[in-house]
């Protein structure tokens, strides 16, 4: 291989974590802001991250199909988890919401034809899976009918996340500029629930700040990067680089809500980074 074929195959690499740093803050920032509907929040957090997509807006032509899979996949996955987010203890609800990493591995043989499981990356997922455990590392919490509730939501945004990111690579070729699109068509529709079926509601101070941040971040950018990641990479080791995103979301999550953290993040890193360097060498 070339030197430059070799730096071009580590560019999907690149995006995904990119797109893994954003996610990081997702959690805490959705937390910051709970008080807000859920529908009005996704909505507007979207309609912010469909703002990079207008420097390409003729992208934005798609297929019904393959529109239809990407508001499925934007407004479905963060809708749920927010929700997930109010019902259940923010930090256990964030390890279930990860399994989303865990499932585009195990997935990807079954939505994809072509693609096969090897032993290291089943054992890569399964070191990965162990370390965003470690790294929630939460006392468990009374399960009482609204905390069930949450985790079921929380598990239902990590399989809409994992299938969508999957599927995209089973509709017509689209350029990832098209997530604008998906953004704004999510947007709409999330905007209308809020009108249709939740209470009018202000915003606080620092709220535009925070939106700012949580739209053109995990609710924005992010997207453009993981769609090239995903279309351009080996989604098995994409899926287990993901493992990532609950150490850094755990970290920012606990300062925002004051939990403590100790020597268990450590442990979580470690087995994090150890999962992503065995599916590397599983791609090799």
């Known amino acids: 291989m ?3 074929g070799g730096r071009d195959s580590r560019f999907p690499l690149f995006a995904a974590l990119g797109a893994i740093a954003l996610w990081g803050t997702l959690a805490a920032l959705g937390a910051s802001l709970s008080h807000l509907p859920p529908f009005l929040l996704t909505g507007t957090a979207l309609a912010i ?4 997509g207008l420097l390409h807006v ?3 032509r798609v297929p019904l199909r393959t529109l239809a899979l990407g508001v499925a996949g934007l ?3 963060h809708f749920l988890l927010f929700m997930a ?3 259940a203890p923010p930090l256990e609800a964030n390890l279930v919401n990860y399994l989303w990493p865990l499932l585009i591995v195990l997935l990807t043989p079954l939505v994809l034809p072509g693609w096969t499981l090897t032993r290291r990356h089943v054992a890569a997922a399964i070191v990965g899976f162990a370390g965003a455990a470690l790294a929630i590392g939460a006392a468990p919490a009374a399960i009482d009918a609204r905390a069930t509730l949450g985790f079921a939501l929380a598990a239902g945004s990590a399989l809409t996340w994992a299938l969508y990111s999957l599927l995209t690579r089973r509709v017509a070729p689209f350029a990832s500029w ?3 699109g998906f953004a704004a068509a999510s947007a709409a529709l999330a905007l209308l629930c809020h009108a249709l079926f939740e209470p009018a509601a202000a915003f606080a ?3 535009a700040l925070k939106l700012a941040a949580l739209g053109l971040g995990p609710m924005g950018t992010a997207f453009y990067l993981w769609d090239f990641a995903m279309k351009r990479g080996d989604p098995r080791v994409v899926g287990t680089l993901a493992y990532a995103t609950p ?6 999550l606990a300062l925002a809500t004051g939990r403590a953290l100790g020597v268990t993040l450590g442990v979580a890193t470690v087995l994090v980074a150890g999962a992503a360097a065995l599916a590397l060498q599983g791609r090799r």
Do not use: K, M
């Open 2 to 4: 070339s030197v430059q």
């Open 49 to 52: 991250g469909a703002l990079p």
């Open 58 to 60: 003729r992208a934005w």
């Open 75 to 77: 407004f479905g996955f």
């Open 85 to 87: 987010l109010r019902l």
């Open 178 to 180: 098209a997530i604008g």
């Open 205 to 207: 101070p620092g709220d």
């Open 247 to 252: 150490v850094l979301s755990t970290a920012l």
